[in-house]
Nanobody, 118 residues
Framework: QVRLVESGGGLVQAGGSLRLSCKASGSILSVFNSYTIGWYRQVRGEERELVAI???????VYADSVKGRFTISRDNTRRTVYLQMDSLKPEDTDIYYC?????????WGQGTQVTVSS
């Protein structure tokens, strides 16, 4: 059983920064480095969209809207993935979810709210 726990969300002014963390636990030791893991966001009633992910061991994928502002990183020894969010904009306001799976995520965390005020 794999469990994902996100943290680090909050309220920040436009132009500010936040760092999200996603810690994975459970029977994932053998696949943590090779599966897809990363960050998605969703506003209630809308589709969940990709923000930034690791696709496999080292390939990163970013949404166009966050390129140059967000950085995804990982600490394999801690089974943790981070999302450094800089130059935040009000349109980044959302619930951010950590997802994990063999190609596309099929396991999700509970989400963490990010609110950017103008």
């Amino acid at each position: 059983q794999v469990r994902l726990v996100e943290s680090g969300g909050g309220l920040v002014q436009a132009g500010g920064s936040l760092r999200l963390s996603c810690k994975a636990s459970g029977s994932i030791l053998s696949v943590f480095n090779s599966y897809t893991i990363g960050w998605y966001r969703q506003v209630r009633g809308e589709e969940r969209e990709l923000v930034a992910i690791f696709s496999g061991r080292s390939t990163t994928v970013y949404a166009d809207s966050v390129k140059g502002r967000f950085t995804i990183s990982r600490d394999n020894t801690r089974r943790t993935v981070y999302l450094q969010m800089d130059s935040l904009k009000p349109e980044d306001t959302d619930i951010y979810y950590c997802g994990f799976g063999p190609t596309t995520p099929n396991i999700w965390g509970q989400g963490t709210q990010v609110t950017v005020s103008s």
